[in-house]
């Protein structure tokens, strides 16, 4: 596993993806693979797991520290907090709140989840355009302070809100969607990340699988996995979309590697790109993205 140095700390380029984790939302989900796909995971080098407390509600991040054990302090954990959940009936109603007061809650909350005494990396998952940002990121300076969380993140920022947030807190990482289809972030963020020494940990960069080189344009997702729910998976837009994958095959083709592999060494064009989130469910999923990231 290639690793990149970042504030001292050395992040493997590849980050396990906690969200399948959670049990929902991914379709059938076999908690027993993931474990074993975390083992295999760390024994090829990975050293960077990224979850949210909101996935499964508490249970990636509690399942998370199980599966860990011990280990779970010599990895680089990165959480993220900033949706709150409560029930309704038989249904969880989600909403976004990164007001200081939730976020402190938030932070002891997965730290007790994750059975850590500091959380190394802590991303705002969302903002929530209500939320005064100078005074959440002023607790997570202060948090910092107290050693309760390491590096700073911010994820689904806009420039604007980035700009705000570091006017009282510093900002190592922010999480952004990217890939080879839609393109690297707004490039006003990408110069920011340059000038003020931040680092983009990338996220659907598989394009919710369809890089993956394992689906075509007549696929059907189950009614449990969210891509089923999602426009960008209609039967039209797939279709479409797979007018540009086919493309994308024909280069990889050419150029004597997987859809796959190209996919996932694209965004590394950018300096400004440290890591890859890939959602893992089973073993073969972390075998594969880890062999396609080896020269």
Same mark, same amino acid.
């Not at 998370?64 to 010599?74: A, Q």
């Not at 002891?108 to 005074?135: A, G, M």
């Not at 064009?269 to 880890?290: A, C, H, M, R, Y």
């Given at each position: 596993?290639?690793?990149?140095?970042?504030?001292?700390?050395?992040?493997? #380029?590849? !980050?396990?993806? !906690?969200?399948?984790?959670? /049990?929902?939302? +991914? /379709?059938?989900?076999?908690l027993s693979e993931i474990d074993k796909a975390i083992s295999i995971s760390i024994d090829s080098g990975v050293n960077f797991f990224d979850t949210a407390d909101v996935y499964g509600l508490g249970l990636s991040e509690k399942r998370l520290s199980r599966i860990l054990g011990e280990k779970?302090?010599?990895?680089?954990?990165?959480?993220?907090?900033? *949706?709150? +959940?409560?029930?309704?009936?038989?249904?969880?109603?989600?909403?976004?709140?990164?007001?200081?007061?939730?976020?402190?809650?938030? *932070?002891?909350?997965?730290?007790?989840?994750?059975?850590?005494?500091?959380?190394?990396?802590?991303?705002?998952? +969302? $903002?929530?355009n209500k939320s005064d940002i100078l005074e959440t990121f002023s607790l997570l300076a202060r948090l910092q302070e107290e050693q309760k969380i390491g590096l700073i993140g911010c994820s689904n920022f806009s420039y604007e809100e980035i700009q705000m947030a570091l006017k009282v807190s510093?900002?190592?990482?922010?999480?952004?969607?990217? @890939?080879? &289809?839609?393109?690297? $972030?707004?490039?006003?963020?990408?110069?920011? !990340?340059?000038?003020?020494? &931040?680092?983009?940990?990338?996220?659907?960069?598989?394009?919710?699988?369809?890089?993956?080189?394992?689906?075509?344009?007549?696929?059907?997702?189950?009614?449990?996995?969210?891509?089923?729910?999602?426009?960008?998976?209609?039967?039209?837009?797939?279709?479409? @979309?797979?007018? &540009?994958? @086919?493309?994308?095959?024909?280069?990889?083709?050419?150029?004597?590697?997987?859809?796959?592999?190209?996919?996932?060494?694209?965004?590394? #064009?950018?300096?400004?790109?440290?890591?890859?989130?890939?959602?893992?469910? @089973?073993?073969?999923?972390? &075998?594969?993205? *880890?062999?396609?990231?080896?020269?």
């Amino acid at each position: 596993m290639m690793f990149q140095k970042f504030r001292g700390i050395n992040f493997s #380029k590849i !980050c396990f993806g !906690c969200e399948p984790l959670g /049990g929902f939302n +991914w /379709g059938n989900v076999n908690l027993s693979e993931i474990d074993k796909a975390i083992s295999i995971s760390i024994d090829s080098g990975v050293n960077f797991f990224d979850t949210a407390d909101v996935y499964g509600l508490g249970l990636s991040e509690k399942r998370l520290s199980r599966i860990l054990g011990e280990k779970r302090h010599d990895m680089i954990i990165a959480t993220k907090g900033g *949706v709150s +959940w409560k029930k309704k009936g038989s249904k969880i109603i989600t909403s976004r709140n990164i007001s200081a007061e939730y976020i402190r809650l938030a *932070v002891e909350e997965s730290l007790r989840r994750l059975r850590l005494d500091i959380l190394p990396v802590y991303f705002i998952h +969302w $903002p929530d355009n209500k939320s005064d940002i100078l005074e959440t990121f002023s607790l997570l300076a202060r948090l910092q302070e107290e050693q309760k969380i390491g590096l700073i993140g911010c994820s689904n920022f806009s420039y604007e809100e980035i700009q705000m947030a570091l006017k009282v807190s510093d900002i190592s990482l922010i999480q952004a969607p990217l @890939n080879i &289809i839609d393109g690297m $972030p707004d490039k006003k963020i990408l110069k920011l !990340c340059t000038k003020k020494d &931040i680092k983009i940990v990338a996220y659907n960069v598989l394009y919710s699988g369809l890089l993956s080189g394992k689906y075509n344009e007549d696929t059907k997702f189950l009614k449990s996995d969210r891509r089923s729910r999602l426009k960008s998976f209609s039967k039209k837009n797939l279709k479409e @979309n797979f007018k &540009i994958i @086919n493309k994308l095959k024909e280069k990889s083709e050419k150029s004597n590697q997987s859809l796959l592999k190209l996919s996932l060494n694209w965004p590394f #064009k950018n300096d400004n790109v440290l890591s890859l989130i890939t959602g893992i469910k @089973n073993s073969e999923q972390i &075998i594969e993205n *880890v062999m396609a990231l080896k020269k």
